[in-house]
């Protein structure tokens, strides 16, 4: 049975929020402060499930346990029963998912190379050609940069294309309903994004078949989990709905109302990049005015002095001293609401910046003298895949699998056992 058979012609029930509308800076400050992995992260093949204590119920229990608190916030019963229909059971891989903690860390340059080089920059181009209507009418009425809305997608998932990948994909409902039976730390926040979920699915007329999303909740083209979809999300093509899957219209006008109603200043930039200096560690994290950093001899990148103003403005330096300096301005802060991590606004602005037409930042950033491309990590995941040793997608990113797989390749050739892509291992593997 689909929704619109469901519901019929039935009033829709009014409510009040479930407690506190949580947004996505404040979601992954509190699930994700410690790292920089999207939302759509897979564990490696065999990781399973860690748990200190299992749950005191079963999972078919604790639905129908929580269908009293759901008719509470306003669900009926045959609705709720409809959602779950036919599940008995927790999703074992959002358990693995959300236990499941990275073996080796990613250097920023190598994680901004992931996600801003000639490939995610081409297909932001192309998009910007195919919806360019549809940009310019959000970014007249937004005042949010078509190139911030692009690199947000492109982040998030890549202009769409995980989502075409089904294996990557969770029923919403399940998932947050795992996430709150089995997972202690999240159980809270599944909760309340789970009435959330099912309010949009009542409400908006989302069927099953297309509530899925990320292993945590979150959905559609531009991720937003279900308390960020009832305060932000919008109808952006005119078609009295607001579809964030298949619609991309709707999508980038919901992303640029998130930053709108965050405070987004429209026409102005996200920062300006220092020449780096070993004295400027000694105030890496501090704000003051752009005038009050000029007077204490602060200089761009291009050698020419901070310009003056009354603008707050923060130094960071993401690397230290092993890559480029800036002084961030409000729409950083801005980003930071979308996603609470320095690196995921960093990584949003200078992509956005590249689908501009501006430079890169002029301090590279320090790189191993034999570390790989792009371009190059993804040959060797090619690589590593022809040779039987690696199972996952070629897609650049080297996380554990990658690794096991390279470190397989050593083990093979005699070789120390690191994991790390580097030229020498690149040339081993093109040879047959």
Not at 273 to 282: G, Q
């Amino acid at each position: 049975m689909r929704i619109n058979e469901l519901l019929g012609k039935s009033p829709v029930f009014f409510f009040s929020h479930f407690g506190r509308i949580m947004n996505l800076g404040v979601f992954c400050q509190a699930l994700f402060a410690a790292t920089v992995l999207t939302l759509f992260t897979t564990a490696p093949a065999g990781a399973t499930a860690l748990s200190a204590s299992p749950p005191s119920t079963s999972f078919s229990q604790w639905l129908d346990d929580f269908a009293a608190e759901a008719e509470h916030n306003g669900i009926n019963h045959r609705f709720y029963s409809y959602v779950f229909e036919g599940i008995n059971l927790a999703d074992a891989d959002v358990l693995a998912k959300a236990a499941y903690q990275p073996e080796f860390t990613t250097p920023l340059w190598e994680y901004l190379d992931t996600r801003i080089n000639k490939l995610s920059i081409r297909a932001g181009l192309d998009a910007e050609s195919r919806y360019r209507d549809t940009l310019r009418a959000i970014e007249k009425r937004y005042g949010v940069a078509r190139e911030v809305l692009l690199a947000i997608w492109s982040v998030e998932t890549k202009y769409g294309e995980v989502l075409r990948n089904n294996k990557r994909l969770h029923y919403v409902p399940q998932a947050l309903a795992t996430l709150a039976w089995g997972d202690r730390k999240r159980a809270s926040f599944a909760r309340g994004q789970l009435i959330a979920a099912l309010k949009i699915m009542r409400d908006d007329r989302i069927d099953r078949d297309k509530m899925y999303g990320s292993w945590a909740g979150a959905m559609g083209q531009t991720q937003f989990i279900p308390t960020s979809y009832l305060t932000y999300a919008v109808d952006g093509d005119g078609d009295g709905r607001r579809d964030i899957w298949n619609s991309v219209a709707d999508a980038l006008a919901s992303s640029a109302n998130l930053l709108s109603k965050n405070g987004w200043r429209r026409g102005e930039s996200w920062g300006i990049e220092l020449a780096v200096h070993k004295s400027l560690m000694a105030r890496n994290g501090e704000s003051k005015s752009l005038s009050a950093w000029r007077k204490i001899g602060l200089i761009k990148a291009d050698g020419s002095p901070v310009p003056e103003g009354q603008a707050m403005a923060e130094l960071k330096l993401p690397a230290g001293l092993d890559g480029p300096a800036f002084l961030v301005l409000k729409n950083f802060s801005v980003i930071k609401r979308y996603n609470n991590s320095d690196v995921y606004a960093l990584t949003v602005l200078l992509l956005a910046d590249q689908l501009a037409g501006r430079p890169a930042p002029k301090t590279p950033w320090l790189r191993p003298p034999d570390s790989l491309t792009f371009l190059e990590r993804r040959e060797m995941q090619q690589l590593l895949t022809t040779r039987g040793l690696y199972h996952g997608e070629s897609d650049g990113s080297f996380g554990d699998e990658s690794r096991a797989a390279l470190q397989s390749f050593e083990r093979q050739k005699g070789l120390p056992v690191t994991g790390r892509p580097t030229q020498n291992l690149l040339k081993m593997l093109r040879q047959r």
